[in-house]
């Protein structure tokens, strides 16, 4: 099913280059109105486990079309607090983006998140035409 914004749970994960540290998996809820966006990440504290377990970040960013671009502010906890630039391609039903994250000056690497209410938002809608009686094709 295609969705018309990026709204929704997200969950992914990012890898650093060579596999220098774990991947690490993340989980974000994002709203989107007009093209802009922002969230609220959370992931494992896997630099710094011993300060805290988890890391909180707010995200702001931007869609054009399938192109998506993002920064990530890390708001202290878990030991961090910097800024990660993101910027991928979404697929056509905007459920699935692909791409690169950055640390200007430090490092990159790759990352992927795939929205968590696809399937949710898609047995509502069937719910519904069963109870307005509409056969699915």
Do not use: C
């Amino acid at each position: 099913m295609a969705h018309a914004t990026l709204s929704g749970s997200w969950s992914g994960a990012y890898r650093y280059p060579g596999d220098a540290v774990p991947e690490t998996v993340f989980n974000v809820q994002i709203e989107e109105v007009g093209g802009g966006f922002t969230g609220a990440m959370q992931e494992p504290s896997l630099l710094r486990p011993n300060l805290e377990p988890v890391a909180s970040a707010e995200i702001e960013g931007v869609r054009s079309g399938g192109e998506v671009s993002f920064a990530k502010f890390y708001d202290g906890s878990g030991g961090m607090a910097h800024v990660v630039h993101y910027q991928g391609t979404a697929d056509a039903a905007l459920t699935r983006i692909d791409g690169r994250w950055n640390i200007p000056g430090d490092w990159s690497g790759t990352f992927f998140m795939t929205r968590d209410d696809a399937g949710a938002e898609a047995q509502a809608e069937e719910r519904a035409k069963e109870t307005i009686g509409v056969q699915s094709p």
